[in-house]
């Protein structure tokens, strides 16, 4: 596609559910990267995928939380047993490169999830 | 660890004043620099990049940056603003030789510009 797509854009969840979303990365794009962004904060490194390698989750703020991209295209972040301070917007990005100090990162809209 | 901070949170300006917005980085090694802008109700976008050379960088849309080794900083200037400049602006850093994932962000600095 044109561009970097994420699904759901908005996404409600009840403390203690499961929720997962979806990263469609450009195509052909061989880095993905999934960011947490707080409200009023910085986006903040989850995790990085080199193909269908994940190569860096240090980022993951715990274990409820999982990352994957199987075939080296599409990606999924799933939140499990959701928590009132999972709320945020997750971002989703691709390079071209390999990683993002050698250029340049294409941002999707976000995946903005409430937890009630 | 590596953090990035930028000075400002809300920046108002008049159209045609002159825009500077702060950056500074620890880290004391080799950097890759960057600044992302954020539109209103869109996505994540590069205005300009640092990788090496000529410290003063030139970006989109009459932006650029000037990367001063001795002060970790990385300022983003304008000599002019327009009403569409209306934006919030991220200042990001990426340490050589660290993780090639880890793109270390600002809190980010919203600008508006009043026409």
């Known amino acids: 596609g044109a561009g970097v797509s994420q699904s759901p854009r908005y996404k409600v969840a009840k403390r203690g559910q499961d929720v997962a979303l979806r990263c469609d990365p450009i195509?052909?794009?061989?880095?993905l990267f999934w960011y947490q962004q707080a409200l009023g904060q910085g986006p903040e490194f989850l995790t990085y995928?080199?193909?269908?390698?994940?190569?860096?989750k240090s980022g993951l703020p715990s274990d409820r939380f999982f990352a994957e991209r199987p075939e080296g295209s599409v990606s999924t972040l799933k939140i499990q047993r959701t928590q009132q301070e999972d709320s945020a917007v997750y971002l989703c990005?691709?390079?071209?490169?390999?990683?993002?100090?050698?250029?340049?990162?294409?941002f999707g809209e976000g995946s903005r999830l409430t937890v009630l | 660890a590596q953090s990035v901070s930028q000075h400002n949170h809300h920046v108002i300006l008049s159209e045609a004043a002159s825009l500077e917005l702060g950056c500074n980085y620890s880290?004391?090694?080799?950097?890759?620099l960057f600044w992302y802008v954020q539109y209103p109700g869109q996505h994540l976008q590069l205005l300009l990049k640092y990788f090496s050379g000529d410290p003063l960088v030139k970006g989109i849309k009459g932006f650029e940056a000037e990367f001063i080794k001795s002060k970790f900083s990385f300022n983003l200037r304008k000599p002019s603003v327009q009403w569409s400049d209306t934006a919030e602006y991220f200042c990001?850093?990426?340490?050589?030789?660290?993780?090639?994932?880890?793109?270390?962000f600002g809190k980010g600095t919203k600008l508006s510009v009043k026409p």
């Open positions: 990005a691709s390079s071209l490169d390999r990683g993002a100090n050698t250029g340049e990162l294409f």
């Open positions: 990001a850093v990426n340490a050589y030789g660290g993780s090639q994932g880890n793109l270390i």
């Open positions: 195509s052909g794009h061989v880095s």
């Open positions: 995928f080199q193909n269908e390698a994940q190569l860096d």
């Open positions: 880290y004391g090694g080799t950097v890759n």
